[in-house]
C-alpha cells in the first residue's frame, strides 16, 4: 500500500499538528478561520531555498537576514532541527513541513513559512524509482484581503530516475490541486530540472497552466549541465523585483522575488 504523504505543522508553544492531504482537495470549499487573511502587504516578498539540511555553518545567519523581510519562504531540504524549528514559530506564524528523507534525528522535506495560518494545506510525495528516496511537495492556501486565495506550491522535484516519467507524475499531482484554483499562484521550488527532458516537460506543465516565470537579469541559481535548478513561477499577479543572492550557506542560492497583484 502506497504511504499517505503528511506535513507537520509546527506553532509555537503548542503541540506539533499532523495534518494529510484533505478528502476534499478544492481549496475554495474550505471555511476561512477568521482573522486568518493575509496582511495588506504593498508588495508580496517571498523567498525560494534549498537550504541543503542545514549542513553550512552560517546558514542561519543567511536565513535569518533574508527572512526578516520576507512574507513567504520555500525551503527545500529543510531538517527540523531545533534550531531551524525555533527559528520557524519565532519569526512565522504558520509553519509545514512534509517530511520526505527519514534522517536518523530529524526528517528533511519542503517546508513552507508565512505570515499568516494557511486555510488549506496539501502534502504530496513521490518516490524515486532508483534510491526509493523521497521527495515532497506542498500546496497551501492564504485568504487576501480582497478576498481571493493565494495558492502557494513548494516542490522538490525527484532527481534520480530513468526518463522522465515520475518527473511528470509527480508534476501532474501538482497540477490536479492547481486546476481546481481560480486565484493567484506562486510555484517555487528545486526542479532538479537537468536534463534537456526534463525542462521540456517542466515548460508544457508551466504553460499547461498559464504561469509566467520570475526572470533573473544576473542569474547566480545552482545549474546541473548548464541548466538551472531552481525556479519561481507564478500567475495572477505582476513581478516587481527578482533576484538571486550568492551564498555559501548552501549548495544552491536563495531567491527573492516581490510581487504586485493585479
Not at 506539533?16 to 502587504?41: C, K, M, Q, W
Not at 526542479?191 to 533573473?216: C, G, H, P
Not at 495572477?236 to 531567491?255: C, I, Q, W, Y
Amino acid at each position: 500500500m502506497r504511504e499517505k504523504a503528511y506535513a507537520v505543522r509546527y506553532v509555537a508553544g503548542q503541540p506539533d499538528e499532523i495534518i494529510f492531504a484533505p478528502e476534499n482537495s478544492d481549496p475554495l470549499t474550505h471555511s476561512l478561520p477568521e482573522g486568518a487573511r493575509l496582511p495588506v502587504y504593498k508588495t508580496l516578498k517571498v523567498l525560494v531555498w534549498n537550504i541543503f539540511k542545514q549542513q553550512r555553518a552560517d546558514w542561519q545567519s543567511v536565513l535569518l537576514g533574508l527572512g526578516k523581510d520576507s512574507h513567504l519562504i520555500l525551503l527545500q531540504e529543510a531538517q527540523t532541527t531545533p534550531a531551524l524549528i525555533a527559528y520557524a514559530t519565532k519569526h512565522h506564524i504558520s509553519v509545514e513541513q512534509v517530511p520526505a528523507l527519514q534522517l536518523p534525528q530529524h526528517p528533511s522535506g519542503v517546508m513552507t513559512l508565512s505570515g499568516t495560518s494557511a486555510v488549506f494545506c496539501c502534502p504530496l510525495h513521490e518516490r524515486e524509482p532508483l534510491l526509493r528516496m523521497v521527495k515532497s511537495a506542498l500546496i497551501t492556501v492564504y485568504p487576501m484581503p480582497d478576498g481571493r486565495m493565494l495558492l502557494v506550491v513548494n516542490i522538490h522535484a525527484v532527481n534520480f530516475s530513468l526518463g522522465i516519467d515520475i518527473y511528470r507524475k509527480q508534476l501532474a499531482a501538482v497540477g490536479e490541486q492547481m486546476r481546481l484554483h481560480q486565484g493567484p499562484v506562486i510555484m517555487g521550488g528545486d526542479f532538479n530540472s537537468w536534463s534537456r527532458q526534463r525542462m521540456n516537460a517542466l515548460y508544457t506543465f508551466i504553460r499547461d497552466q498559464s504561469l509566467k516565470e520570475v526572470r533573473f537579469s544576473e542569474d547566480y541559481r545552482r545549474t546541473a549541465f548548464g541548466r538551472p535548478l531552481d525556479f519561481i513561477f507564478y500567475r495572477g499577479m505582476s513581478v516587481e523585483h527578482a533576484r538571486v543572492l550568492k551564498t555559501d550557506a548552501s549548495d544552491h542560492n536563495p531567491l527573492l522575488a516581490e510581487f504586485s497583484f493585479t
